[in-house]
T-cell receptor, first 115, second 115 residues
């Protein structure tokens, strides 16, 4: 069994300040973890993924996430927010130990960026 | 290259009618997934196809829902006797393989409204 908890449903930051979106997971197997972003009326886009290689993962648009097994966390960060970062972000875990990748999504965090 | 496409983009139907939603995956991708995104339930897995294997239907919410994938490519999700609670955005994704560490590429979705 696997699950994902995004600890904040809404995060609001000012442009130019750091972004932190928190995610905790549980999985019976070694997980693959992803962050996807969804802009209004747009499809889901992959930001970054962790698949048991380096624990600090860099993604697109300056985002990065750190896999911490001891804390079962995979928080998403960005040093400096941009207006275009306003969107909904999903932390996702993928089934391991089997040959398929059924995704389990967190409930999403809506990021608002103020000028 | 072409991404995942879905049709129609919007569908409004009357309660009790049947609907068909179509997904064209990225060429060469062997794995295809359907998800549903609704206000109350977030993003939920529905069904998964991998090559010629039997599909994983474990996420289908009722026997009114079915899906098929013809020739290992195009997939159709059918909802019979639609109910208002079926209103949601239905997302299709494809992946080069059905393994946990492969990125899934999402289509833009079909927004279904049941009146």
């Amino acid at each position: 069994a696997q699950s994902v908890t995004q600890l904040d449903s809404h995060v609001s930051v000012s442009e130019g300040t750091p972004v932190l979106l928190r995610c905790n997971y549980s999985s019976s197997y070694s997980p693959s973890l992803f962050w996807y972003v969804q802009h209004p009326n747009k499809g889901l886009q992959l930001l970054l993924k962790y698949t048991s290689a380096a624990t600090l993962v860099k993604g697109i648009n300056g985002f990065e996430a750190e896999f911490k097994k001891s804390e079962t966390s995979f928080h998403l960060t960005k040093p400096s927010a941009h207006m275009s970062d306003a969107a909904e972000y999903f932390c996702v875990v993928s089934a391991g130990g089997t040959s398929y990748g059924k995704l389990t999504f967190g409930q999403g965090t809506i990021l608002t960026v103020h000028p | 290259g072409a991404g995942v496409s879905q049709s129609p983009s919007n569908k409004v139907t009357e309660k009790g009618k049947d609907v068909e939603l179509r997904c064209d995956p990225i060429s060469g991708h062997t794995a295809l997934y359907w998800y549903r995104q609704s206000l109350g339930q977030g993003l939920e897995f529905l069904i998964y196809f991998q090559g010629n294997s039997a599909p994983d239907k474990s996420g289908l919410p009722s026997d009114r829902f079915s899906a098929e994938r013809t020739g290992g490519s195009v997939s159709t999700l059918t909802i019979q006797r639609t109910q208002q609670e079926d209103s949601a955005v239905y997302l299709c994704a494809s992946s080069p393989q059905g393994a946990s560490d492969y990125e899934q590429y999402f289509g833009p979705g079909t927004r279904l409204t049941v009146t």
